[in-house]
């Protein structure tokens, strides 16, 4: 029992990360007033250019610079749209989805004639588990090195990195000038343009954080945690990650433990294909897919109080004269 938990919590923390990666990125976009429903979007396309990438040049680096620079540069498309030409920030943010949807799976068949998807990566082409210091010595304590060895051990690079995310834009979105001006801009932008602060500017370097961050996790899912891309492998994650941070309430910590458990149950969801369960006996596979989607509704529905966010989001800025 001990090890099936050690095992699921394993998946979990795997599952979680392009969320945590897309709530990060759909909070340092929102709280400066720009609401990012194009997360799915952009997750789709970092997702096909960072395995074509990696397959063209045999380099995952390479990959996951491709993932970011297509994140930044859906976001500019977003931003163009959105903030200079102050159009409806969720009708943008659509159109980017089915922009990537479509285009991905295009390029695909047209580049790699395989249904759109990209052939299969291996070696340099691909982020390998890493494995923490002292963690082959101390496999056979008992708990602890079950914990260490097996659950914290055995990830990929940017699994680490989106954990460490978390603390470093509590630290820029609290303890910087630029988080403090972008929380007023997402808050009350009309008193930062009094400032003779940009709030285009803010804004757009906001978007870019995001893109950076939405093109890293897109990374992560086509070469790190699969091995190449499958048309609209994204699978919904960045809605269930606009989920998320809602449910932190915009805030990283609580953004970070919302996409903890809706990866949990994900990956308690495929735990259970196949398990015969007391009274009921096996349940059907269909329903143990959608049972992530079902508690996150019943979770954001009924369990997290009322979520207020940033009071200008949405809310194309008209610059007073």
């Not at 093109?215 to 899912?221: Q, T």
């Amino acid at each position: 029992m001990f090890e099936t938990i050690i095992l699921l919590l394993d998946a979990t923390l795997r599952v979680s990360t392009p969320l945590l990666l897309l709530a990060l990125a759909g909070l340092f976009s929102e709280r400066s007033g720009v609401v990012n429903i194009a997360l799915e979007g952009k997750l789709l396309a970092a997702a096909f250019a960072a395995a074509a990438t990696a397959f063209a040049t045999d380099s995952v680096w390479l990959g996951m610079l491709a993932g970011m620079a297509t994140g930044v540069m859906m976001s500019l498309i977003h931003g163009f749209a959105s903030i200079t030409h102050r159009g409806d920030q969720i009708v943008s943010g659509t159109a980017i989805n089915m922009l990537a949807a479509g285009l991905t799976i295009t390029l695909g068949r047209y580049w790699f004639e395989m249904g759109g998807q990209t052939p299969a990566l291996s070696g340099n082409q691909r982020f390998q588990a890493i494995t923490l210091p002292l963690a082959e010595m101390l496999e056979n304590v008992p708990v602890i090195g079950a914990l260490y060895s097996k659950l914290l051990s055995g990830h990929t690079l940017l699994v680490y990195l989106a954990f460490a995310m978390v603390p470093l834009s509590w630290w820029i979105l609290q303890r910087t000038r630029f988080g403090l001006r972008l929380r007023a801009v997402g808050e009350n932008p009309h008193s930062v343009d009094t400032a003779g602060i940009s709030v285009t500017w803010l804004r757009y370097r906001a978007l870019i954080i995001a893109g950076i961050l939405a093109g890293i996790a897109g990374a992560y899912l086509s070469t790190g945690h699969a091995a190449g891309f499958v048309p609209n492998m994204s699978a919904g994650k960045g809605f269930i990650a606009l989920a998320a941070l809602i449910f932190g309430k915009w805030r990283p910590v609580p953004v970070m433990l919302g996409c903890l458990l809706f990866g949990f149950l994900d990956a308690l969801a495929v735990r259970l294909q196949g398990v015969e369960l007391p009274v009921v006996g096996e349940v059907p596979v269909q329903a143990i897919e959608v049972l992530p989607y079902v508690l996150t509704v019943l979770l954001l529905a009924g369990f997290i109080g009322k979520a207020v966010g940033p009071k200008a989001v949405g809310q194309p800025y008209v610059k007073s004269r």
